[in-house]
């Protein structure tokens, strides 16, 4: 053991730091590195641990979160510091109220969950966000790896509800400081007028609407996305039956009613990319079963086809993330019943 | 001969490790005292020599036909010095020990023959049961004394494997150096006269093309060609594989008609029958960045690991493992003798102090399921060590476990089934006893979660509160029973 590490332990052991037993154990573990051995076969492990998983996904979103700085200014940083700040004091008070080592889950959370705001709500709405998807989308279900719905989603569907009129009117496109309430999807419900793909894709230019702060800049998010499933982080069967089933329900829709965008806009509009690569792969809240992720991949994306054209919000994904989170048990329940019916040895 | 590709589904690719053998094989020399535990007996008279008397390589020390394998024979010329009981895993055994007298003779099995064509079946068998050679690999050769759970007219299907999947291999061109390519025929003739049945196949490593020319040869059936990828040369995984008959974790390829030996095994029948050699030394590679240098050495059996190790361990603090990495038992004392199962020993430096901030590092030099901090593609040689490299915690469904199970399993779930108490139909259902132990699930995991040994609990639980037996585990696999 290191010297300024027995240091350490040496300062945990103190009477007056018991309570933040946990706190130590972090420090100690994200430092240092586990001084554990393998107690017998298999003697040495594979080097993917939980921080190098997260990691992984944090690095992923770094494109993303600079594009998103870049367009809309220091205020999204501030963001950004506010929910990692809120989501890390509410996990922290559990594990030390649980006496649980502190989890990483929340590393990926606060970073996921600025971005799917819009770029100027105001910092009390971010930390309320925050404490209520980390609170009561995770901490409650006994923490990360044992939660049924996304808590980024959650945080964001609790002040959907709570703050109507901010979370509707607070927009802006990028480079500019005008609020509107005009989003390419909100504009498209109104007034049947498709933006520019290219605009689309790449952010820039963007004159009729604008968006989340994290799903404006699309090539950046494609880009992260891919990078997750060459890296074996998340799977690739999600993201393809999620999108592919909005292209092909889209595409059928579309012919019927003109209430349903065409296909090519539905993939780049609104906050598609970014949930389909990056909250429709959080490997805990979807099915582990490989059926189980076709499933929810085209669940996900009907649903979103059907909540973006029929009902009164003109956003379907956070919707229909959730809604297959809710179902995530279940699907696996029976692509596991119907794999294993069979009643032997 | 024909040849086939053929694979399983699952596994992982382990490569570009530190601390490979060498391609050559050295000599050690004889040790100074061997010793010789007796594992299935418990009475100090069985052994046939006693205290005081000379003996001789080859010479018979214990021998009971009621129990399953060889004779224990003496490996070295001298006099022995004790027969005591020790304690040996959990139980007393009677050991012996033999001060060596110096000198490398060994006495003859039988006659020498030169005319391997004219020996018959139960010659054959009798030199190899003499020999000590009977009893190698997991269920043995078969021969009309005990030595393996089938009769040899019963053996369908005889593997000879050489799939370098595991993490340290054995060097082929090593052990076919030392004998020749012939020596390596003439052995499997015998083994074929033995087991007249048996269709014989060669297990072997696609990525070694050279060898896979060298040893084409009509006296296979078939040449398997087998992607070299964990747990290819597990004895459960290569009989599935080669014959399509799936094997769980509870039995052995007998129970499917097949024997499986190793390259050294075929060299070892050839030895014995040709020259009367009886098994009295191994070819052990020695592998592993605890070893300062790494190579083959020639060991006799009995030697203590003591002096197998000695001067190569650059005063680390190590941990030996015998055979295999991800399957294989660590030496709990280094004072025990090298039994004839080991054929790779490798040495790990016990990792106690952790790498600074090593999750925010580029992983050039780490091997990982996850393959983009670069570890694939940067041909730096990967750290290995005992650390766990991370922390326990709660399960991910990251999907590692069933991605590399080579038995279609989903490890996730069935631990936590287990681990709630809820071990019933349903595991069985889900397949559990399919389990073969490889070990790969905790291998990849990345909550760190050991998901072998729940399974291990879950199966022996199962069999314990009566869910399943061995009997009814065999049929409904459609497996035959033995002995």
């Known amino acids: ?345 | 001969m024909e040849t086939k590709k053929k694979t399983f589904k699952g596994g992982f690719v382990f490569k570009g490790f530190q601390g490979y053998p060498l391609a050559v094989v050295e000599s050690i020399g004889l040790p100074e005292t061997v010793m010789y535990p007796l594992l299935d007996t418990k009475s100090l008279n069985e052994a046939l020599v006693s205290k005081g008397d000379t003996v001789k390589a080859g010479q018979l020390l214990w021998q009971n036909d009621d129990v399953m394998g060889s004779p224990v024979i003496a490996t070295i010329n001298g006099t022995v010095k004790s027969i005591k009981p020790t304690m040996w895993e959990g139980s007393k055994v009677p050991v012996i020990t033999v001060e060596s007298d110096g000198t490398e003779k060994w006495t003859p099995v039988k006659g020498v023959t030169e005319d391997l064509d004219s020996l018959d079946a139960a010659d054959i068998e009798e030199t190899l049961y003499f020999a000590g050679v009977a009893s190698s690999g997991r269920d043995g050769i078969p021969t009309r004394f005990n030595t393996s759970p089938i009769k040899s007219e019963e053996v369908q299907h005889l593997i000879v494997k050489h799939c370098e999947s595991d993490v340290y291999n054995t060097d082929l061109s090593v052990l076919l150096r030392e004998n020749t390519l012939e020596d390596f025929f003439d052995g499997l003739s015998l083994l074929k006269k033995i087991m007249p049945n048996a269709r014989v196949y060669m297990a072997m490593n696609r990525k070694n093309p050279p060898w896979i020319k060298e040893l084409s040869s009509d006296l296979f059936d078939e040449m398997v060609l087998v992607t070299p990828k964990y747990p290819q040369g597990q004895d459960e995984i290569l009989t599935e594989t080669v014959t399509g008959m799936k094997i769980p974790g509870e039995c052995t390829p007998a129970n499917a008609s097949a024997i499986v030996l190793d390259v050294q095994t075929v060299l070892h029948v050839y030895d014995a029958v040709k020259t009367g050699k009886p098994l009295l030394e191994k070819i052990i590679t020695m592998a592993g960045p605890g070893f300062s240098n790494r190579s083959h050495v020639k060991v006799r059996i009995g030697t203590s690991f003591d002096q197998i190790v000695k001067g190569r361990t650059a005063g680390k603090e190590n941990r030996y493992i015998i055979n295999s990495t991800m399957t294989g038992s660590a030496v709990s004392d280094m004072a025990k003798p090298l039994e004839s199962d080991c054929n790779i020993l490798i040495a790990l430096e016990e990792g106690r102090v952790g790498e600074i901030m090593l999750w925010t590092k580029p992983g050039f030099r780490k091997h990982s399921i996850m393959n983009t901090m670069a570890n694939a593609i940067f041909p730096l040689a990967k750290i290995n060590n005992t650390n766990m490299n991370g922390e326990e915690r709660a399960c991910l469904s990251c999907g590692n476990c069933y991605n590399v199970c080579p038995s279609g399993l989903y490890p996730t779930q069935l631990f936590k089934y287990v681990e709630r108490d809820k071990v019933d139909e349903t595991v069985m259902r889900y397949g559990i006893f399919k389990c073969i132990d490889c070990n790969l699930c905790t291998y990849v995991c990345t909550a760190k979660i050991p998901l072998s040994d729940f399974m291990k609990e879950g199966k022996a639980r199962l069999i314990k509160d009566g869910y399943a037996s061995k009997k009814e585990i065999l049929t409904s696999y459609g497996l035959k029973e033995t002995e």
Do not use: C
């Not at chain 1, 502190?102 to 799917?116: A, D, K, Q, R, S």
């Open chain 1, 1 to 345: 053991m290191r010297k300024t590490q027995k240091l350490l332990h040496k300062v945990a052991d103190l009477k007056i730091f018991s309570p933040f037993k946990a706190v130590f154990e972090t420090i100690d573990g994200i430092v240092y590195g586990t001084p554990h051995v393998t107690p017998g076969a298999p003697h040495f492990l594979d080097h993917i641990e939980i921080k190098r998983f997260m990691i992984f996904a944090v690095a992923a979103l770094i494109p993303t979160t600079v594009a998103a700085v870049y367009f809309f200014g220091l205020h999204v940083l501030w963001m950004i510091i506010t929910s990692y700040v809120v989501g890390g004091i509410v996990e922290v008070s559990f594990a030390l109220i649980r006496k649980r080592e502190i989890e990483e889950g929340f590393l990926v959370t606060g970073l996921i969950f600025p971005l799917i705001l819009p770029p100027t709500l105001p910092l009390w709405a971010v930390a309320i966000g925050s404490f209520f998807g980390i609170m009561f989308g995770k901490e409650i279900f006994g923490g990360t790896g044992r939660n049924i719905f996304n808590p980024a989603l959650v945080g964001r569907l609790f002040i959907t509800m709570a703050f109507p009129e901010i979370m509707s009117a607070r927009w802006i496109a990028p480079f500019t400081d005008t609020l509107t309430s005009a989003t390419p999807l909100t504009v498209f419900n109104g007034e049947g007028t498709i933006t520019s793909l290219r605009e689309l894709l790449f952010g820039i230019g963007l004159q009729t609407g604008a968006g989340s702060m994290g799903e404006v800049f699309r090539i950046g998010i494609i880009a992260g996305g891919l990078f997750l499933i060459l890296a074996k982080v998340t799977d690739w069967k999600i993201p393809t039956f999620y999108l592919g089933s909005v292209a092909l329900f889209s595409w059928i829709l579309n012919m019927v009613s003109p209430q349903v965008a065409p296909p090519a806009f539905q993939l780049l509009s609104g906050g598609l990319l970014f949930g389909a690569f990056f909250m429709a792969t959080d490997p805990v809240t979807t099915p582990y079963t490989k059926m189980g992720k076709v499933i929810f991949g085209v669940g996900a994306g009907i649903l979103t086809v059907l909540i973006r054209g029929f009902a009164g919000y003109a956003e379907g994904v956070m919707f229909s993330i959730i809604l297959m989170n809710g179902m995530t048990p279940l699907i696996d329940h029976m692509v596991m019943e119907n794999k294993y019916r069979k009643s032997t040895i």
